[in-house]
């Protein structure tokens, strides 16, 4: 099956820093999403974004298909960001393959 | 975008009970899907939960352990069946609207198995 890879891992920011996140993937996909999961689970949409680029307030978001990978940036970052950022792929029939996740620590 | 709702939203049950999750959207959608998150991990897919018919289940899933009904184009529920610790983990729904819409997903339901 594809293979969904994200990076880093893990990320800790300074309050005010700016940062990215990749998301390789491994085959073509029908679209891509970003989401962002809270402390308490919810998982928020970030961008749906099967290729080009979006911008949404600090966040903004670029997929190159041709080229598999997508990232995702965050400016001015806030402790509000903090959670885990994870990247999903959809296959046929509408089913998402998630990668495991980029957790980000915003410090004060 | 669609609203919905999960219930529980966590639970704690004993080993060998079964627990059903209910998933409740506020517009009919084509797509329903279950999604189960163990500790600390990503999302993995359980099952597409097709209206009228048999859910569809992913590899490593079975009808047996997480049965699925889907009466209408607003609801869906889970069940998952004589539960271990092993099943204690964040299941959510999720909802699609076919080509060129996004998936939104519910709130969740944390469950733990003692």
């Known amino acids: 099956g594809i293979q969904v890879e994200q990076s880093p891992p893990d990320l800790i920011l300074q309050e005010g820093a700016n940062s990215t996140l990749r998301c390789n993937f491994s085959d073509s996909v029908n679209n891509l999403q970003w989401f962002h999961q809270n402390p308490w689970g919810q998982l928020i949409n970030l961008f749906y974004i099967p290729s080009g680029t979006k911008q949404n307030g600090r966040l903004s978001a670029t997929t190159v298909a041709t080229e598999r990978y997508s990232l995702l940036y965050i400016s001015s970052s806030q402790t509000t960001d903090s959670g885990v950022y994870f990247c999903a792929v959809e296959l046929d029939d509408y089913k998402l393959s998630f990668g495991a996740g980029t957790t980000v620590t915003v410090r004060a | ?114």
């Open chain 2, 1 to 114: 975008s669609a609203v919905i709702s999960q219930k529980p939203s966590r639970d704690i049950c004993q080993r060998g009970t079964s627990l059903t999750i209910q998933c409740q959207v506020d517009s009919q959608v084509t797509m329903m899907f279950w999604y189960r998150q163990q500790p600390g991990q990503s999302l993995t897919l359980i099952a597409t939960a097709n209206q009228g018919s048999e859910a569809t289940y992913e590899s490593g899933f079975v009808i047996d352990k997480f049965p699925i009904s889907r009466p209408n184009l607003t609801f869906s529920t889970l069940t998952v069946s004589n539960m271990s610790p092993e099943d204690s983990s964040i299941y959510l729904c999720s909802v699609d609207g076919g080509s060129g819409y996004e998936q939104f997903f519910g709130p969740g339901t944390r469950l733990t198995v003692l």
